[in-house]
């Protein structure tokens, strides 16, 4: 485990590095801390979306601008994103298996997520009129599973391991948009609203062959320095 982790942030790195020298414009970084409001979702009639799960995201920034008006920007960063959802599973056998465990059919369970989250998107800003640009952004999210915990509604799961029902990857589309306020110097306010649309499967019981999505949408607050 600990080699896989020494192997991540190797990768981390390169891409920050490779990032970094193909810019030929100005660099912004920014530290962010946004509340988000995130909910799972399924294509298989046996398993029922809950109630939206509420989350945090938070981490650094980066902003790479490849012109000389610097309007134009490869967004990235590397963020701890906790996140999650509810699920309601109905089964005709009446029972459901899950983590280890047998559950009567239509038990809820709630997933409680952490990522390691490096966005890749394009960045597109206007020009500034009164020290306000606005800004837009396109591209993916692609996150690594660090922590997956679970809770269930006849409490025989509460905030307990259920590693072995969520995969390790997920990757989601990425689109964003919000204001840039500055403050003089390097230094500026961001906010915007992003929306996360996941598209790969997020859990892996056996007894559903459904496919889940997790999706968000953060108010994104940013400092940039």
Known sequence: MKQKYQKLWIIILLIFAGQASWAQGKTELSFTASPTINWLSSDQKGVESGKVALGFNYGVNADFYFDEANRYALATGLLINSTGGNLRYYDNSDEIQFSGHTFDSGTTFRYRLKYIE????????????????????????????????????????????????????????????????????????????????????????????????LNSLMLKLGLVF
């Open 118 to 213: 490096v966005p890749l998107a394009l960045k597109l800003k206007t020009s500034q009129f009164r020290r306000w640009s606005y800004w837009g952004q396109f591209g993916f999210s692609g996150m690594i599973n660090i922590q997956s915990k679970g809770d269930s509604s006849n409490d025989l799961l509460d905030k307990s391991n259920i590693n072995d029902e969520v995969k390790l990857f997920n990757l989601a589309l990425n689109i964003g948009v919000g204001s840039h306020f500055d403050l003089g110097g390097n230094n500026a306010i961001n906010v915007g609203i992003v929306y996360k649309n996941g598209f790969m499967d997020v859990t892996s019981n056996n007894q559903f062959k459904d496919k889940t999505d």
